[in-house]
């Protein structure tokens, strides 16, 4: 019943993030790109086990205007208390279990109504445009808890542009990956997989929708949705699909796994609303990972100066 | 026997003892509210069952012995239901009694394990001596209170899950189990000596 870590475990993941600030600082005072390059060797020397391309990019990271200013959740916090069922149920089975996964080599397929014809693109064909940067975001749960996360991703809508969907795209369906044979979860068939999310095409095109590849400057860990992942601020967690390997551009409203588990709980929308509540609890409130004490939670998570205007007219307690 | 008795005492505590060692130590986790909320409302109910198991162990096994730690166990139940309680009351909702009104009123779950805890109040206080001499024949009535109080609490488990519902379902079978047992019983007529020790305080609970 007691899961017990090491203390040496501890410390030693309170490493990356002194790293990270030191990079921070590093980076803004460094002046030239030949200086930047160096730094980023020797302070990616502790973790030398990661991929070499994402860890290239740590030197490009811009900051975003949207980006909050609040106190971040720490690395440990944020890869040790996950929700992602493929690994199991429990928020600590993610961690626990994330070694069973390998995300190398990885590829996306991307299809449906575009001008662009259907194809699997490998991981670096998925990045390579896109310049990464830093956006600190609140992360809302649906069980009304929340964190504040330092994502390392890009817009969407950049991807979406080079793919040139066509007329008939009205959502943009997701899945992630489907293998039993390394997701316990997926065995268990403890949901319906593989997991599949949706957005609708302005949601998805909105500047606050990103793909994110990292937390704090490094790449991200399988249990927090490794290589790639969806970040929707301003909805619940689990719009944000993790460890994607399908991208579609489709004409009809998707099926999201949590609405087709249980309907009447979880919609298509999932808008974090402290006004409408999850029919067994409140939505009212939430508890910031790292406080004892819960605090008001935010209509859209605070983020509905870029994104209310999406559903304007529109009857969010039936749009759950 | 007299040392059995301060034994399963501590052995009551340990999760108790486990929780406050972790809370010194900082190994609750990254949500230590959820875990205290969690690991107490998980022995509340466990121990709810062990006191409800006491009763069938002596009938089908003849451990008689057992009836004398069943107040312990039942008082434990209520002693961990307590902390669970007033996890709630603090860090949910900072004593905000209408927060609370509400919540208990709206929320299925909350009504459920609110139910659960109100009706295990009044078993508490007449556990003593003097309570049961005082009521006499109706503390037994009295004190069926708790099967209702098991199956809010396991109702209450059942509710709050996302889908997860194989941990509560478990208590579930266990409960059925236990009150089912108490049916059969019941219905075969086996009255006599035996049924004394159904519902009704045992002869040596008073020593």
Redesign the interface.
Same mark, same amino acid.
Request: net charge negative.
């Given at each position: 019943m007691l899961i017990k870590q090491a203390p040496d475990i501890r410390s030693s993941e309170i490493t990356p993030e002194r790293l990270y600030w030191n990079r921070r600082q590093f980076i803004r005072t460094a002046s030239g790109a030949a200086l930047g390059a160096a730094g980023a060797t020797v302070l990616g020397q502790p973790d030398g086990g990661l991929q070499a391309a994402p860890q290239e990019d740590l030197g490009e990271l811009r900051p975003s205007q949207f980006s909050t200013d609040e106190r971040l959740n720490s690395y440990e916090e944020i890869t040790s208390y996950n929700n992602f069922y493929e690994f199991g149920l429990d928020k600590e089975d993610p961690k626990r279990y994330a070694d069973e996964l390998t995300v190398e080599p990885w590829s996306v397929r991307v299809e449906g109504h575009m001008n662009r014809p259907d194809a699997d693109y490998t991981l670096e064909d998925i990045l390579s445009p896109h310049t990464l940067e830093e956006r600190i975001y609140r992360l809302r749960c649906v069980e009304a808890w929340s964190m504040v996360v330092p994502w390392v991703g890009f817009p969407l809508r950049n991807l979406i542009r080079r793919f040139e969907p066509t007329s008939r795209a009205n959502y943009v369906r997701f899945e992630t990956l489907y293998r039993p044979s390394e997701f316990r979860g997926q065995r268990a068939r403890n949901l319906q997989y593989p997991y599949v999310e949706g957005l609708r095409m302005d949601e998805a095109m909105n500047p606050l929708t990103i793909l994110a590849v990292g937390i704090y400057g490094k790449t991200l860990l399988n249990q927090n949705g490794a290589p790639i992942r969806l970040v929707v601020p301003w909805k619940y967690g689990f719009k944000s699909i993790k460890s994607i390997v399908r991208i579609q551009f489709v004409e009809d409203q998707p099926r999201n796994t949590w609405n087709v588990a249980i309907p009447h709980e979880y919609g298509f929308y999932a808008n974090v609303n402290p006004e409408v509540d999850h029919p067994r609890w409140s939505q009212a409130m939430e508890r910031r990972i790292g406080n004892f004490f819960r605090q008001r939670t935010q209509m859209f998570n605070g983020y509905g100066y870029r994104v209310a205007r999406m559903y304007e007219g529109m009857d969010l307690a039936r749009n759950y | 026997m007299p040392r059995v008795k301060p034994l399963v005492f501590v052995a009551c505590l340990v999760p108790a003892l486990?929780l406050g060692w972790?809370a010194f130590t900082g190994?609750l986790?990254?949500?230590?509210? @959820?875990d205290i909320t969690h690991?107490t409302g998980?022995w509340a109910l466990r121990l709810l069952l062990v006191t409800l198991a006491v009763t069938p162990l002596r009938r089908l096994a003849g451990w008689h012995a057992l009836v004398r730690f069943r107040r312990m166990f039942g008082l434990f139940a209520f002693f961990y239901a307590v902390l669970h309680f007033s996890t709630y009351l603090v860090?949910?909702?900072?004593f905000d009694l209408l927060l609370i009104i509400d919540?208990v009123a @709206?929320?299925?779950?909350v009504t459920a394990g609110f139910v659960g805890f109100v009706l295990m109040i009044p078993l508490a206080v007449t556990s003593t001596q003097g309570w049961i001499r005082r009521l006499g024949k109706r503390w037994a009535t009295l004190h069926r209170l708790v099967y209702a109080s098991a199956v809010a609490g396991v109702v209450h488990f059942l509710?709050?899950v996302?889908?997860?519902i194989g941990e509560p379902l478990i208590y579930a079978a266990i409960l059925t189990v236990l009150l089912g047992a108490r049916v059969a019983y019941r219905y075969r007529g086996q009255g006599g000596a035996m049924r004394a020790g159904a519902a009704g305080p045992a002869r040596s609970a008073a020593r």
């Open positions: - | 486990l972790d190994g986790g990254v949500n230590p509210i @959820e690991r998980d860090f949910d909702h900072f919540d @709206e929320r299925k779950y509710w709050l996302k889908i997860d």
